[in-house]
Nanobody, 126 residues
């Protein structure tokens, strides 16, 4: 059973930065495709960023491109989301997710990720 635990959320002013972390346990992290999603109040969950097991060919939602960076450290079983130039519209619960079939890209679809963390709140004040 794979477990994912996010941390690093909080309250920040617009224009500020936060770095989210997602620590994985219970599986072979280095072979997982990982993603970050977010859900704002009253809205559907949306894709933010993803990184394949190789660490190459990252992908971002248009709304965060150029501001957010996803990365991973397989030695620490951790995936990160560096968020810069934050905007009030970035306010949401951010969750990391794992897709364990390294040979099948999950794309940007939440249903393709099998394991999820509990989420961490990010609030950006104007």
């Amino acid at each position: 059973q794979v477990q994912l635990v996010e941390s690093g959320g909080g309250l920040v002013q617009a224009g500020g930065s936060l770095r989210l972390s997602c620590a994985a346990s219970g599986g072979t992290f280095s072979s997982y495709n990982m993603g970050w999603f977010r859900q704002a109040p009253g809205k559907e969950r949306e894709f933010v960023a993803r990184i394949p097991w190789s660490g190459l060919a990252t992908d971002y939602a248009d709304s965060v491109k150029g501001r957010f960076t996803i990365s991973r450290d397989n030695a620490k079983n951790t995936v990160y989301l560096q968020m810069n130039s934050l905007k009030p519209d970035d306010t949401a619960v951010y969750s990391c997710a794992a897709a364990t079939n390294r040979f099948a890209s999950p794309g940007t679809y939440s249903w393709a990720f099998e394991y999820w963390g509990q989420g961490t709140q990010v609030t950006v004040s104007s």
